[in-house]
């Protein structure tokens, strides 16, 4: 059995929750294209060298506040129903996309038409993650005895996804569309598409 060691010193979470919050906050304010390491180190009040020693380049640091994006807004927690853990995950990422977060990944999904590197980021920290999460809600639910087999679990994320994205990045207020959306009606159109 093989154990990976982290590189570079060990991680202070000060440092880190600094660094993370400077990226997302530059992300928002200034775009990608304007991100810096020297600027999230300056906001973040660190030397480039500690930023370095954890993150070796800005697009890790960009994975890096992504997974905190989705570790912090989605937590796939168990209500007991169906429909009261997806409108708990719903409101989870209403609630996130609605402010700068929003801001943030509206940023980095038209960065990621011309880079594959941040397509890839998204894709692995935001949408495999929301799926993986939307998909134990279904297997417990299915567990339940609240849905029938056969239920497809990535038609149901990608839905569940695309009502919540799909303002955020085609209207020309974004996060202040998504705010306006009301969770449950979310929650009925996934659930029309389940067996049930």
Not at 36 to 63: D, M
Not at 74 to 84: A, I, N
Not at 107 to 131: F, K, M, S, W, Y
Request: hydrophobic share 45%; aromatic share 2%; glycine share 8%.
């Amino acid at each position: 059995m093989s154990i990976t060691v982290p590189r570079g010193r060990p991680m202070e979470v000060r440092v880190d929750d600094a660094v993370l919050t400077a990226t997302t906050a530059l992300l928002a304010e200034q775009g990608y294209g304007s991100l810096t390491t020297s600027a999230i180190a300056r906001r973040a009040g660190v030397s480039t060298a500690s930023l370095y020693r954890r993150w070796s380049s800005k697009e890790e640091l960009v994975a890096s506040a992504a997974r905190t994006i989705v570790a912090d807004y989605l937590t796939p927690e168990d209500t007991g129903s169906l429909p009261g853990d997806l409108g708990l995950l719903i409101g989870q990422k209403v609630t996130a996309l609605s402010g700068d977060l929003g801001t943030v990944l509206k940023t980095l999904v038209g960065q990621a038409a011309h880079d594959p590197a941040i397509a890839e980021i998204l894709e692995r920290e935001i949408l495999d993650t929301t799926t993986a999460h939307i998909a134990a809600i279904l297997d417990r639910a299915a567990a339940r005895g609240e849905l029938e087999s056969g239920y497809n679990a990535q038609q149901a994320a990608d839905l569940t996804i695309a009502l919540v994205t799909t303002p955020l990045l085609l209207r020309a207020d974004g996060p202040a569309a998504v705010a306006r959306l009301v969770p449950d009606h979310i929650v009925a159109q996934v659930l029309a598409v389940l067996p049930r």
